[in-house]
């Protein structure tokens, strides 16, 4: 029943992430781009975590934890490179 | 998180997208982590949840107040009717060239006298 449920809501996350991709596809500017894939990645995340709880390996949710932070610094850097002209 | 993504391919703007999507995202995230932590009947792995749930909560503003920043720097054009109500950047600019026509206007007046 519950596990029904988690999949449904896996469905739900996978269509949000390909409208996102259409955005990301057609955005006008470079941030509409940075913006998708803001969200894509917060699903994904989403996603690891529930599948750590439907196969019961709870080692994914350090798996979603360093993929959090990776995102992060990524994403920092694409914007510094769009202020600044360069990263290091 | 879908009304996010509805926000996210209808609005006609940088800055109505980012305000479709900083709220919705964070609060989809929040609220799929707390249904994961009360499945989930473990204290090591409540906490490493409510670890990545900080997480989220404090970098995701964070992207969206940079973007932000860095859309207004880069002057990208809004939506056809919006204004802003108090341009920072475009008062600075204002008050820096009326100094310099008040400065070139002194300068010209001693060399004419």
């Known amino acids: 029943m519950i596990t029904t449920v988690l999949y449904s809501i896996v469905v739900g996350l996978i269509i949000i992430s390909l409208i996102a991709i259409a955005r990301a596809y057609g955005g006008p500017s470079v941030l509409d781009r940075i913006v998708a894939m803001n969200v894509i990645t917060t699903n994904v995340v989403m996603i690891i975590l529930i599948f750590a709880y439907i196969d019961r390996s709870f080692y994914y949710i350090d798996v979603a934890f360093v993929f959090v932070l990776g995102t992060f610094i990524g994403t920092l850097c694409i914007i510094k490179l769009l202020r600044e002209g360069h990263i290091i | ?113």
């Open chain 2, 1 to 113: 998180m879908f009304v996010g993504v509805v926000g996210l391919l209808r609005l006609p703007d940088v800055y109505t997208r980012m305000h479709a999507m900083g709220k919705c995202d964070t609060l989809g995230a929040g609220m799929i982590l707390i249904a994961l932590m009360l499945l989930i009947a473990d204290i090591t792995n409540i906490t490493k949840l409510v670890l990545i749930g900080i997480m989220i909560a404090t970098i995701n503003p964070i992207i969206t107040h940079l973007i932000a920043k860095t859309a207004y720097n880069r002057g990208t054009p809004m939506a056809e009717g919006s204004f802003l109500i108090n341009d920072y950047v475009a008062a600075q600019r204002r008050r820096r060239r009326s100094t310099l026509e008040t400065g070139k206007t002194k300068k010209g007046d001693q060399g004419s006298s």
